[in-house]
Nanobody, 115 residues
Framework: QVQLVESGGGLVQAGGSLRLSCAASVMMFSMGWHRQGPGKERELVAS???????YYADSVKGRFTISRDDAKNTLDLRMNSLKPEDTGMYYC????????????WGQGTQVTVSS
């Protein structure tokens, strides 16, 4: 099982920026950031594979940047131009292979964007 610990959440005004970090016990095939807003289902925000393939949800394209450092076992999410609808609990997750779902999850870090 992969241990994942998120940090970097907080309260920020709309238009502001935050950087989330995830410390992993080991980096897997795909690492992703998910979020769950109030009254919403959890959704994949961004992911990056060991081969460098990157996915962004349409709602964050051009504003968020995901990166991984396999030497340091870290996964980052830089979030710019934050909007109130970005509010939610953000989770780091790991997917072991291409044909698996995300099976390892961190405890989450709260991001709150005020208008």
């Amino acid at each position: 099982q992969v241990q994942l610990v998120e940090s970097g959440g907080g309260l920020v005004q709309a238009g502001g920026s935050l950087r989330l970090s995830c410390a992993a016990s080991v980096m897997m095939f795909s690492m992703g950031w998910h979020r769950q807003g109030p009254g919403k289902e959890r959704e994949l925000v961004a992911s990056v594979s060991s081969g460098g393939s990157i996915y962004y949800a349409d709602s964050v394209k051009g504003r968020f940047t995901i990166s991984r450092d396999d030497a340091k076992n870290t996964l980052d999410l830089r979030m710019n131009s934050l909007k109130p609808e970005d509010t939610g609990m953000y989770y780091c997750a790991a997917r072991h292979t291409a044909d698996m779902k995300y099976t390892d999850w961190g405890q989450g870090t709260q991001v709150t964007v005020s208008s």
